[in-house]
């Protein structure tokens, strides 16, 4: 049976039918003559057992929103209960108004009471001992430890699986806030080299196309020679455009229900230069390779960013040079450097370039912790790129 909203934990009405019920068994109690206890006056009427009991339900209904007041309000009402002779109703429900003092109140209140608790107990069976003169007078010190101090510790254990409680949902919450944000730094992450990856794969083979269609319609007495080569460029140079958009559209296409697996990212290697040499000589540009040092087996993500570092550099020049480029590849122990030179035309011309080619170069040096440069040098255009492979490859 699920309650009605008004009785929910930490509502208002909750507190008043608490204080209600506290009341309602203190009357039974009352009523059935279980007052005084302690009896230091037999001859005190009932009906003074009345006005306590009245102010220590109160001190329940304050509970959540006075716990000093309400503490405040039980103990002096149990005290003058316990000047009357004491009822029976009253001390257990000042059990209830210790309790709740140590779940709801401050952190300093629960400690003191404490602390009152533990020395009242002991100060309890000093007492009895000394009026009884017999050790059964420590049975008034167990009494108080009954009354207020297991109260406390129970209020005091409650308070803290609380905390815990709400220190561990914060934790979760901190967690859960974090887990997002890594998603999102993650998604933009590979977003970004998706975007590079795209740049790097469609600037190359359109630009060649651009060049050589620009070429057919613009210059004019090309025999059938001239126009079959440069057709069969445009077409190449599509074909092999077409054939890595696949792999980069495999790539974003969801596993299929086949148990495949997700296809790697397009798998361009430093050691496939050659074959990008030739087709981007047989797009216009005269390419002359150098290498420094032994090839050797690079790490996977350095081999595709270098390699991918060639081929904008080679496009780049093809589409803002004069027609010729300096390609260097120099292996080292600890990285390789690719160094691309050539001229640059002097009245502006070629293909127009939104500059993404160097951002994307950059970026792919960066993650890699290497180093990128580009820009004038000795007359020439000049892109430097070193990046690290660690010892010993």
């Given at each position: 049976?699920?309650?009605?909203?008004?009785?929910?934990?930490?509502?208002?009405?909750?507190?008043?039918?608490?204080?209600?019920?506290?009341?309602?068994?203190?009357?039974?109690?009352?009523?059935?003559?279980?007052?005084?206890?302690?009896?230091?006056?037999?001859?005190?009427?009932?009906?003074?057992?009345?006005?306590?009991?009245?102010?220590?339900?109160?001190?329940?209904?304050?509970?959540?929103?006075?716990?000093?007041?309400?503490?405040?309000?039980?103990?002096?009402?149990?005290?003058?209960?316990?000047?009357?002779?004491?009822?029976?109703?009253?001390?257990?429900?000042?059990?209830?108004?210790?309790?709740?003092?140590?779940?709801?109140?401050?952190?300093?209140?629960?400690?003191?009471?404490?602390?009152?608790?533990?020395?009242?107990?002991?100060?309890?069976?000093?007492?009895?001992?000394?009026?009884?003169?017999?050790?059964?007078?420590?049975?008034?010190?167990?009494?108080?430890?009954?009354?207020?101090?297991?109260?406390?510790?129970?209020?005091?254990?409650?308070?803290?699986?609380?905390?815990?409680?709400?220190?561990?949902?914060?934790?979760?919450?901190?967690?859960?806030?974090?887990?997002?944000?890594?998603?999102?730094?993650?998604?933009?992450?590979?977003?970004?080299?998706?975007?590079?990856?795209?740049?790097?794969?469609?600037?190359?083979?359109?630009?060649?196309?651009?060049?050589?269609?620009?070429?057919?319609?613009?210059?004019?007495?090309?025999?059938?020679?001239?126009?079959?080569?440069?057709?069969?460029?445009?077409?190449?140079?599509?074909?092999?455009?077409?054939?890595?958009?696949?792999?980069?559209?495999?790539?974003?296409?969801?596993?299929?229900?086949?148990?495949?697996?997700?296809?790697?990212?397009?798998?361009?290697?430093?050691?496939?230069?050659?074959e990008l040499v030739e087709r981007v000589r047989a797009?216009?540009?005269?390419?002359?390779?150098?290498?420094?040092?032994?090839?050797?087996?690079?790490?996977?993500?350095?081999?595709?960013?270098?390699?991918?570092?060639?081929?904008?550099?080679?496009?780049?020049?093809?589409?803002?040079?004069?027609?010729?480029?300096?390609?260097?590849?120099?292996?080292?122990?600890?990285?390789?450097?690719?160094?691309?030179?050539?001229?640059?035309?002097?009245?502006?011309?070629?293909?127009?370039?939104?500059?993404?080619?160097?951002?994307?170069?950059?970026?792919?040096?960066?993650?890699?912790?290497?180093?990128?440069?580009?820009?004038?040098?000795?007359?020439?255009?000049?892109?430097?790129?070193?990046?690290?492979?660690?010892?010993?490859?």
């Amino acid at each position: 049976m699920r309650l009605p909203p008004w009785l929910g934990s930490g509502t208002r009405g909750r507190d008043l039918a608490l204080a209600g019920v506290s009341l309602a068994g203190g009357l039974v109690l009352w009523t059935l003559g279980w007052q005084p206890q302690i009896r230091p006056h037999p001859d005190v009427p009932a009906v003074l057992f009345l006005p306590p009991l009245l102010a220590m339900c109160v001190a329940v209904g304050l509970r959540l929103v006075a716990p000093r007041a309400s503490l405040a309000v039980g103990t002096a009402a149990v005290v003058v209960d316990i000047a009357l002779g004491g009822s029976l109703g009253a001390i257990l429900i000042y059990t209830q108004v210790l309790y709740d003092a140590c779940v709801y109140g401050p952190p300093r209140l629960w400690r003191w009471l404490l602390r009152a608790t533990i020395g009242l107990s002991v100060v309890g069976a000093i007492v009895g001992v000394v009026l009884t003169d017999r050790w059964s007078g420590v049975a008034i010190g167990v009494l108080v430890v009954l009354v207020g101090l297991l109260p406390v510790l129970t209020g005091i254990s409650v308070r803290q699986y609380r905390d815990q409680a709400a220190a561990e949902r914060a934790r979760a919450e901190q967690t859960a806030r974090l887990v997002e944000l890594d998603r999102r730094q993650a998604v933009s992450a590979e977003r970004a080299r998706m975007a590079r990856e795209l740049h790097d794969v469609v600037a190359n083979h359109l630009s060649a196309v651009a060049i050589h269609a620009t070429a057919v319609l613009s210059v004019p007495g090309l025999d059938r020679t001239q126009v079959e080569s440069a057709l069969r460029v445009i077409r190449e140079s599509s074909v092999q455009g077409l054939a890595e958009m696949r792999q980069l559209i495999d790539v974003l296409r969801e596993p299929g229900g086949d148990g495949t697996a997700v296809p790697e990212l397009v798998s361009a290697r430093l050691a496939e230069t050659d074959e990008l040499v030739e087709r981007v000589r047989a797009a216009g540009l005269a390419v002359r390779v150098r290498t420094d040092g032994a090839p050797g087996p690079l790490p996977v993500g350095v081999d595709l960013a270098a390699y991918r570092i060639v081929q904008e550099s080679l496009t780049n020049a093809l589409k803002h040079g004069t027609g010729e480029a300096d390609l260097t590849i120099a292996y080292r122990p600890a990285e390789v450097v690719l160094t691309v030179e050539n001229p640059v035309r002097r009245d502006g011309a070629g293909l127009a370039g939104a500059g993404a080619g160097l951002i994307g170069m950059r970026e792919r040096a960066t993650l890699l912790a290497g180093r990128f440069s580009a820009g004038p040098h000795d007359g020439r255009w000049q892109v430097r790129a070193a990046l690290p492979i660690g010892e010993g490859r």
